[in-house]
């Protein structure tokens, strides 16, 4: 498994996560690799992670969802990858003592390039579409809780999370209505509304 660090919009390495590739092993027959094998996978992280809830999304071209996370003590790392399709992978580091607080990194997964992005706890996740169908799966070390899951607005004006709408060729993408009302970084800190 090869690992590499993730550096922020501002070319700094954030501490944490990581984009992990699985070893693939080709021949006349096709390929095979092991997307998850929890020694390696804790080995690589240096952490003794469980992961307790797998999820799956479908989402069409310009569907963009987050920016997600969960308060204490349901605070939630994830493990993502793309099975089909590829997406704009966006963290945002909202660990107050971190010295990348409020920096945000992007990262392109896809069926071919087989990376995996490894989300530790204090990150905000979210992630747009880059073609007509895409399937996200991930896995989270703490289940989901309605009541402690916030939403970080995708186009926070502070924080200027570059989505690549230019490139293509969208106005605006397609949110949802919850994800809609999501609050702005300074809404979120001013209330404590957040880790």
């Known amino acids: 498994m090869k690992i590499e660090k993730i550096k922020s919009s501002k070319n700094l390495f954030i501490n944490g996560p990581f984009i992990l590739i699985p070893d693939k092993f080709s021949d006349e027959r096709g390929y095979f ?16 992670i ?11 071209y310009g569907v963009l969802r987050g920016l997600h996370f969960q308060k204490k003590p349901y605070e939630q790392a994830k493990l993502i990858r793309v099975i089909n399709g590829a997406i704009l992978d ?8 971190s010295p990348t607080f409020k920096e945000w990194a992007s990262i392109t997964l896809n069926k071919q390039n087989r990376k995996q992005l490894w989300i530790p706890e ?15 799966n991930y896995k989270t070390n703490n289940f989901w809780n ?13 924080l200027k999370i570059n989505w690549k709408l230019n490139k293509l060729k969208l106005k605006t993408p397609i949110v949802s209505k919850k994800d809609l009302e999501g609050k702005s970084l300074q ?4 209330t404590k509304d957040f880790f």
Do not use: M, P
């Open 90 to 97: 966006i963290i945002v580091d909202l660990r107050f003592n």
């Open 146 to 158: 309605k009541k402690f899951e916030r939403t970080l607005i995708w186009n926070d004006l502070d």
């Open 187 to 190: 809404e979120l800190i001013i």
């Open 33 to 48: 690799y092991e997307s998850w094998n929890k020694e390696i996978f804790n080995r690589a992280i240096k952490r003794d």
């Open 50 to 60: 469980s992961f307790v809830q797998d999820n799956h999304s479908k989402s069409f």
């Open 122 to 136: 204090g990150f905000a996740h979210g992630f747009i579409s880059l073609t007509k169908q895409t399937e996200v």
